[in-house]
């Protein structure tokens, strides 16, 4: 197969706020629940900031970015995703007015991405409700949030409608189910909140969301609004019918939200679990109407598959946020994410069988723990040939879903600069193809490195593809 990728296929990387700027109460912003998150996923908030917390001071991008775009740039980026913190905008998410020296921040860090040809691609909410509103709300538990999200986007539609064109809703949305805190702002623990209130909470984003998308369409006709998934294929762990129709059922968890996104009502499928499992969607007499303005793409996060059992005795291992039981034929990062390349055309064949959209890759990649060594010519680098394999072989199997037919957009690397991880809140899980020289215990001259992977990214990128391996030819 010609390796080469289609004219025009956006090549990047990607970051989100609340893992990169730091700054966390800088030039007005207020606090968001990442700034009370210390330990990720791995343990609940605390009352307010604590030293511990490493995004608080992230990787300094806030005020490094100019540095950065830089490094994006000498790579070849055509496009670079980003979100936008909400607090910096609104500082509590429920005034009138918003913050002005947050909106200059990021007219400037666009403005950078401009200089060198880079389209950003936006992220509007990316695990970064305001505290406030989490605290006083309960975050998207609350009706009151879909005001508070469309004040938001109209703000920010109004600002940057001539600088970007790319925009995405909610980072992973359907993981508010999984991870109600982060993703959603909800402050109820997990294991006191009910479905009821649970698939409430999505239907309040649902309707945000597709406020959006109707807001992006008046206000920016040249504007294209994609949903944002959180994919992780779930193929059967047996052949056993029971095994099948699990996991189909397990898939349905995550299907339902593009779903609702693509088709522009809720899938018969969900209609039936509500109606079994006595869960009553309240719904204002315009949400039917609001859900219809569909997106014009579908945009993911890819790192891993599962496997669905109907045995209860199968135990889930660790994965994004949503685990699944292992697959005996694959290998795992030193995280325990199972590492499936195939698994990428599967799930953009199946976007695409199921959606016919044009598809965009905005999250692919390996969390390592790196190591600085001396090249050669005696600088600092890392020999990260496993990233490059990783990427490599993730790369193959874009390239075959494209020639499967399916329109793939682009190709936004995660963590293309070494950033916080968002479930571990660890410095110490690198993904970047740019090294940034801070520890877990804030020790660090916050220098950047360049990794082998970078130069390799670049050929990557200035031939178009043609410098991937597939297996055929290694
Ligand atoms: C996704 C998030 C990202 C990101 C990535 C890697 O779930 O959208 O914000 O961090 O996963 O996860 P982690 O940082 O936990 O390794």
């Known amino acids: 197969m010609d390796m080469r990728f289609p004219d025009g296929f956006l090549w990047g990387g990607a970051v989100a706020a609340n893992q990169c700027e730091g700054a966390y109460n800088e030039d007005g912003k207020g ?113 009151k949030m879909v005001g508070f999200y469309e004040k938001y986007v109209s703000t920010l539609f ?92 397990a898939d349905h968890k995550n299907d339902f939200f593009g779903d609702v996104h693509v088709r522009g009502e809720y899938p018969g499928y969900m209609l039936r679990y509500f109606r079994e499992h006595d869960i009553h969607i309240h719904m204002e007499p315009e949400d039917k109407e609001i859900l219809k303005n569909t997106v014009d793409f579908v945009s993911f996060s890819y790192y891993m598959s599962v496997c669905g059992s109907a045995d209860p005795n199968q135990k889930a291992g660790p994965g994004n946020i ?14 325990g994410w199972q590492i499936d390349p195939q698994g990428l055309r599967y799930t953009l064949n199946r976007f695409y069988d199921r959606y016919q959209k044009p598809l965009f890759v905005v999250e692919n990649g390996l969390g390592a723990a790196d190591r600085l060594v001396r090249d050669e010519e005696g600088s600092l680098t890392v020999e990260d040939d496993y990233r490059i394999q990783y990427l490599n072989d993730h790369l193959v199997q874009v390239r075959e879903a494209i020639e499967d037919g399916v329109p793939v957009m682009g190709y936004t690397a995660w963590g293309c600069i070494d950033l916080v991880s968002a479930s571990s809140a660890e410095l110490k899980k690198r993904y970047g193809f740019i090294y940034v020289d801070r520890n877990d215990d804030g020790t660090g001259s916050l220098a950047r490195y360049k990794k082998r992977s970078f130069s390799w990214y670049q050929e990557v990128i200035r031939t178009n593809g043609e410098n991937l391996v597939s297996p055929e030819n290694s």
């Open 322 to 335: 949503i685990g699944g039981v292992p697959n005996p034929h694959l290998k795992a990062s030193e995280w």
């Open 158 to 249: 109004s600002r940057y409608g001539g600088k970007v064109k790319y925009w995405l809703t909610f980072n992973e949305i359907n993981s508010v189910l999984h991870s109600p805190f982060m993703s959603g702002g909800i402050c109820t623990p997990k294991d006191e909140l009910s479905e009821q209130e649970l698939y409430q909470a999505c239907h309040h984003e649902l309707v945000a969301s597709a406020l959006a998308v109707k807001l992006a369409h008046e206000m920016m006709p040249q504007a294209q609004v994609g949903c944002m998934i959180l994919s992780m294929p779930i193929y059967p762990l047996t052949p056993a019918p029971d095994d099948v129709i699990a996991s189909m059922e």
């Open 31 to 143: 606090l968001s629940i990442q700034d009370v998150l210390p330990h990720g996923l791995k343990s609940p908030p605390t009352e307010g900031p604590t030293p511990d917390n490493m995004k608080l001071t992230g990787i300094d991008f806030y005020h490094r970015y100019k540095e950065d775009v830089k490094l994006f740039a000498e790579m070849g980026f055509k496009v670079f995703r980003t979100s936008i913190a909400w607090g910096r905008i609104f500082p509590n998410g429920d005034e009138e007015t918003p913050n002005e020296k947050g909106l200059q921040f990021y007219d400037d860090l666009f403005d950078e991405c401009l200089k060198y040809g880079m389209e950003p691609l936006v992220t509007i909410s990316h695990y970064e409700t305001p505290f406030h509103l989490a605290r006083k709300y309960n975050g998207w538990a609350s009706r």
